[in-house]
């Protein structure tokens, strides 16, 4: 008897599954975002990487980034983030090192030191706890910013959780991330490391064969204003920062998810 119950209740359960989807299915299909072919499923990472301003390009592993000497820091850092990236893994966290990948020597650590400033990553280490080669590579100096304390620990710290959360919910995102270098900014260290005045992140997913993206331009400072409120248009980011993000994409493509702000549409559908 207990048997048939239970094969009884999986039946009913299964039926209540299929349901869901259908519905799931109804509410999609009147979705207007950009619907995208088989081929751009099959791309890879390197199909999203942005124009490198410095043509000094790093792969590594799990991430690659741009390079820029004059401000000893990189431009930006790409990586793909796939759900429960940021498992529950105990590191020790390793000493930050030089890269020696990069040509013209990336900047020293001790140029932090009592500067009053963060060793900010770009490439969150929390993101690459999936092994421990993932998650000791995020500790070249090539993938730091300075930051402010309240800055790293407060509406950075919150974006990136939020970005780990998006990650899990649409089984992965393409992350592209970096402070924005500009003129005049100030210096610490003897290299002169550059102090943003901004941060940003630009996030791009495929969800049910449709293309997404958001971007995120945070000024240098704690806020407790929500995240939706530092929500830009890449077009926007592009033209402060003099990067082309998503330039390999289709013309047609490109232009419908870069002029695009939507909160709403990219958390909720």
């Known amino acids: 008897m207990k048997k048939c119950l239970t094969i009884l209740i999986f039946f009913f359960w299964m039926l209540l599954q299929l349901a869901c989807r259908e519905q799931s299915n109804f509410t999609q299909e009147k979705d207007v975002q950009v619907e995208i072919s088989e081929e751009f499923i099959a791309w890879k990472a390197e199909d999203f990487f942005p124009t490198s301003t410095t043509n000094q390009i790093i792969h590594h592993n799990y991430y690659t980034l741009s390079y820029h000497e004059e401000h ?6 790409a990586y793909q983030l796939q759900p429960n990236s940021s498992s529950t893994s105990d590191f020790k ?10 040509q013209t020597a990336s900047a020293n650590w001790r140029n932090y030191r009592n500067s009053g400033y963060d060793k900010g990553h770009l490439c969150p280490a929390g ?37 780990r959360y998006w990650a899990d919910k649409y ?3 393409f992350v592209v991330t970096g402070g924005v270098l500009e003129p005049n900014l100030k210096t610490i260290g003897k290299e002169e490391v550059s102090v ?16 997404r993206a958001i971007a995120f331009l ?3 400072e704690n806020s407790e204003h929500p995240l939706y409120s530092f929500v830009v248009s ?12 998503f330039h390999q994409l ?16 990219w958390s909720f559908k």
């Open 250 to 265: 289709p013309d047609d493509v490109e232009k419908k998810i870069e002029e695009s702000k939507d909160y709403k549409e």
């Open 93 to 102: 966290r390793p000493y930050f090192v030089e890269d020696p990948k990069v």
């Open 72 to 77: 000893e820091q990189a431009e930006w850092v």
């Open 171 to 173: 089984n992965g995102l």
């Open 196 to 211: 943003p005045n901004a941060f940003y992140k630009v996030l791009l997913r495929n969800t049910d064969d449709k293309l």
């Open 218 to 220: 945070v000024p240098h």
């Open 127 to 163: 993101d690459m706890k999936f092994s421990k080669q993932a998650y000791d590579d995020t500790f070249y100096t090539s993938n730091i910013s300075p930051q402010k304390p309240d800055f790293n620990a407060g509406v950075w710290n919150r974006l990136e959780q939020k970005v």
């Open 234 to 245: 890449i077009d926007e980011l592009e033209k402060r920062t003099g990067i082309d993000f």
